[in-house]
Every structure is written in structure tokens, then in C-alpha cells.
């Protein structure tokens, strides 16, 4: 599919606080190990290393989670794209993210809904982080979902947004 470079299926602030923690705690735990090599061992190194390796363990490990957790979204999202089929969503609507901030802007996520012929009921998949709110919404959009886990679908608002570019631009 000649499109799936073009896709970007973003960090979440999730994965980004992951990735922030990594780097903090491999930076503790370097410290340590250059203290463990260039001070020499007295009263106070006893003390100092022990509470940064465990102050860098506490960081990094959580870090790796979330950054892994994240990056594994990632990788479900594109495999939806790139190798999945598509179904059309109607959409539900779109909310405005609080809990964060970007550039003093808040992002909207827009929801959409389709039945699933696997159990009969209805499954909900959402569009990350656009930063200015589709308006009108449209009644329909693609959704590219997953050919063996119906969980994972990557909401394809970005004809959408490219026709409203480009009406603004007349």
C-alpha cells in the first residue's frame, strides 16, 4: 500500500512520559556506575548509590512499560492499516481532550462506532489528537481494522481533513 508511509500513528502522552522516564533513569543508574568507578568508596558512597540505582530502576522500568505499551499501539495500528480491511464507521462524535495541552491548544478525539459481526454487538474505536475540530462532522468514515483482533482499528479521518485544507485554501 503505497499510502502506509504517509500514515502517522503518534505518540500518546503516555508513551512520551515512558520515554521521558527511560532517558531520567538511564541517567541515574550511568551516574551510579561512574561514581561506582571514578569516587572512592567511603561512608557517604555507601549511602548515595544504592539510592540512585534505585531511583533509576524505579524510572526506567516503569518507562520501558509505557514506552512498550505504546509503541505495541503503534504497531497494531499500522498492521490495521496496512494489512487489514476496511468497514465504515458512523461517527458518534468528537470531545475535547482537558487533561493536556499543546501549544495552548486542546486536541479533540473524534469517536466512531460499527457493529462487529463477531459477537454481535458494537465496537467503539477513536481518531488520536487532531487539533482543529473537524466541523461539520461527517456521518461516516473509514475504518481499517484488523483481520484477526477486531479490537485494533486506525480511524481514517485524513481525506477529510486534506478536503477541508483545501476548501480553506479557495
Same mark, same amino acid.
Given at each position: ?5 504517509? /500514515? ?5 502522552? /503516555? ?7 527511560? &532517558? ?11 561514581? !561506582? ?23 526506567? &522500568? ?7 505499551? =505504546? ?15 476496511? &468497514? ?6 468528537? !470531545? /475535547? ?10 486536541? $479533540? ?15 467503539? $474505536?477513536?481518531? !488520536? ?13 473509514? &475504518? $481499517? !481494522?484488523?483481520?484477526? =483482533? ?21
Amino acid at each position: 500500500m503505497e499510502n502506509a508511509e504517509k /500514515k502517522k500513528f503518534g505518540w500518546t502522552e /503516555k508513551g512520551l512520559i515512558g520515554l521521558i522516564f527511560s &532517558v531520567i533513569g538511564i541517567i541515574y543508574l550511568l551516574i551510579t556506575g561512574l561514581m !561506582r568507578v571514578a569516587v572512592p568508596p567511603s561512608k557517604d558512597t555507601r549511602v548515595i548509590l544504592p539510592v540512585f540505582t534505585a531511583l533509576g530502576i524505579l524510572l526506567l &522500568v516503569p518507562g520501558l512499560v509505557f514506552a512498550a505499551l =505504546d509503541l505495541r499501539r503503534r504497531k497494531m495500528l499500522r498492521l490495521a492499516y496496512e494489512g487489514g480491511y476496511w &468497514v465504515m464507521a458512523r461517527v458518534v462524535g468528537c !470531545r /475535547k481532550i482537558r487533561h493536556m495541552r499543546v501549544n495552548g491548544r486542546y486536541p $479533540y478525539v473524534v469517536e466512531c462506532e460499527t457493529d462487529d459481526v463477531a459477537d454481535g454487538g458494537k465496537r467503539t $474505536y477513536t481518531r !488520536r489528537y487532531l487539533y482543529d475540530k473537524p466541523d461539520p462532522l461527517p456521518d461516516e468514515v473509514r &475504518v $481499517y !481494522r484488523d483481520r484477526y =483482533d477486531g479490537r485494533w482499528g486506525f480511524v481514517d479521518i485524513d481525506p477529510l481533513l486534506e478536503e477541508r485544507k483545501e476548501e480553506k485554501r479557495l
